[in-house]
């Protein structure tokens, strides 16, 4: 008998699990099925404004064709060996190359390329 009982107690309870379960996702999709966005805010409550942002401040390209090694310091990553590096290798007709020349580490260069220019002189020294 005590089989049985255990049996069916066991029965009851995942009867009522199913049950539960059934009950919360018809529920669920009914709320759902309610609740429709509205383009209007609640009464009582102005809209919401646009957020205004400052316009960008515009930033100072590093020329890395003539920015001594101070300058070239104040860039992420670029340190003293760095900054000759860049500076034994002038001039550079684009920054890319202290990229493509392996004057710089790949990573180095993207995290700078925003912030740095190869401006061109009249005169190109190129080296040979």
Known sequence: ??????????GRVIAA???ALVAIACTGTSIAAESKPTAQPPAGHPPMAAKKTAPAKPVKLVDINSANREQLKTLPGIGDAEAARIIAGRPYLSKAELATKNVLPTGVYISIKNLI????????????
């Open 17 to 19: 699990a199913l049950f």
């Open 1 to 10: 008998m005590e089989k049985q009982t255990k049996a069916s107690v066991q």
């Open 117 to 128: 220019i190869a401006k061109q002189t009249g005169k190109t020294n190129l080296k040979k």
